[in-house]
């Protein structure tokens, strides 16, 4: 993983995506794939707003109160 991307733009670039955007057009196969991917990232490695900001744009989901908890959500989510 790349040290210092911002957290959408990281994932991005690991699922080889062209544009951000295409995030949130993977296939199932390829969700499940992401959400492998953000298991591996603590929570404590981006604040509240940027995993609420991904929760919301990728799943769909109302924001959550801790960082945690968004990051928890966002991988079901996917799954």
Known sequence: MK???P????LADEMKCDYL???RFLS???KRELAERL???APEAYDLQVWNDAL?????EAA???AAAA???LVEGLV
């Open 28 to 30: 199932p196969e390829r």
């Open 71 to 73: 990051k928890n959500r």
């Open 7 to 10: 957290l959408l733009d990281l």
């Open 39 to 41: 298991k591996k990232i």
């Open 56 to 60: 919301v744009y990728l799943v769909g």
């Open 3 to 5: 040290v210092g991307l």
């Open 64 to 66: 959550e109160e801790t």
């Open 21 to 23: 955007s295409d995030l």
